[in-house]
């Protein structure tokens, strides 16, 4: 899930106005983090990034050191909240591990493309139309503010299309043949 991780920090912002997002959305993708680092590292990150237990450790890290900042304490349980939703919408679309040992779980919606866009972008929706309430009533009928789900939901669109084999493998080449033209060129240059 894409979309719908940014989707449930606006959620969380239009209960909790006082977040930033600039908070939320970061640690609505926490488990991606750190899975995007160890897989950086050459490690396999699902049991440490995304497992049940890793999820509700890092969740608990990152609402104290919110909380610390903050003396919040609702706030911090939203930030608990929005980082640990991070599992139950992987849960919907793939296929997670539940804890070190313990079985993989999930719906594996991702299998179904279609379905998983009406999902998604529902859940998009649903999210942007709460967080839409908590605005001040002059910005809330902005044709800016409609690019929020409208955005979230292309981005959802585009990570399907980049991943599809018919788009991926002429990226791939558009890229090479741009990295090589862009060596070539400097090569050239440097020589002259």
């Not at 909790?16 to 908070?23: F, K, W």
């Not at 396999?44 to 609402?63: E, G, K, N, Q």
Request: with cysteine; glycine share 8%.
């Amino acid at each position: 899930m894409y979309a719908g991780h940014a989707a449930l920090a606006l959620l969380a912002k239009g209960i909790r106005p006082r977040i930033s997002l600039a908070v939320l959305v970061p640690v609505a993708f926490g488990p991606d983090w750190i899975g995007w680092i160890l897989s950086a590292t050459g490690r396999d990150p699902r049991v440490l990034s995304h497992s049940l237990v890793s999820v509700a450790i890092c969740a608990t890290i990152v609402a104290l050191v919110y909380w610390s900042f903050t003396r919040e304490p609702v706030d911090a349980c939203f930030v608990w909240l929005t980082y640990a939703s991070h599992w139950p919408a992987d849960f919907l679309t793939g296929w997670k591990p539940t804890w070190p040992g313990g079985p993989d779980v999930g719906l594996l919606i991702y299998d179904n493309p279609v379905l998983d866009m009406l999902v998604e972008s529902s859940l998009v929706v649903l999210c942007w139309l709460v967080y839409r309430r908590s605005l001040p009533r002059e910005n809330r009928n902005r044709r800016l503010s409609y690019l929020i789900p409208v955005g979230l939901c292309a981005m959802q669109i585009g990570s399907y299309a980049i991943q599809s084999p018919e788009v991926k493998g002429p990226l791939h080449e558009i890229i090479g043949e741009a990295v090589e033209r862009w060596n070539g060129g400097t090569s050239d240059s440097a020589s002259a």
